[in-house]
């Protein structure tokens, strides 16, 4: 595990993975084995420490590999700001469509529920909104509603926040 080192960040040590053979030229399927490489290392920790990957770890360790040069993941999640998330949210909407749905709908992200219904916050600009219509069994249309909301499209007043 030489390709191994800590870099400190918001005064924390994270772990980080240096890419020492980098090609130019690469092929996508030296693209996908270099990630591969980097899961195999995720793996291997999680081995040695017999652990295993929160919901969010492990929803990040199914992205890797599938982010492109408009998505970046550098100090994901740990030193993401509000705007940092923001414009993440932005950059998948603007990715090509078909293959963002795709990606959604297998990453396990699902609509916010309390006792099997929609979140009351969520239901009230669901109803608010006259213009869009969504489906809350489609978890792209939850990332559509979250970027709506957070361009401020047609939100209920008792929704916004002031900034």
Same mark, same amino acid.
């Not at 996508?28 to 195999?40: D, F, G, M, Q």
């Given at each position: 595990m030489d390709d191994l080192y800590l870099k400190m960040m918001n005064n924390q040590p994270t772990l980080k993975v240096l890419m020492s053979d980098v090609i130019q030229g690469t092929t #996508? !399927?030296?693209?996908?084995? %270099?990630?591969?490489? %980097?899961?195999?290392i995720i793996t291997h920790c999680c081995t040695l420490d017999n652990a295993t990957l929160s919901g969010d770890s492990s929803s990040f360790y199914d992205f890797i590999g599938r982010q492109s040069k408009r998505v970046p993941l550098e !100090?994901? #999640?740990d030193a993401w700001s509000y705007a940092d998330k923001s414009a993440y949210l932005l950059l998948i909407m603007q990715e090509e469509k078909v293959m963002m749905k795709r990606y959604v709908q297998t990453s396990g992200i699902v609509w916010p529920t309390e006792d099997g219904l929609i979140q009351p916050m969520l239901q009230l600009i669901l109803d608010h909104d006259k213009t869009s219509t969504y489906d809350t069994d489609v978890p792209w249309d939850y990332i559509r509603l979250c970027r709506n909301v957070n361009k401020k499209f047609d939100v209920p007043k008792s929704v916004k926040v002031s900034e």
């Open positions: #996508p !399927t030296r693209i996908a084995s %270099v990630w591969n490489h %980097v899961k195999e !100090t994901y #999640p």
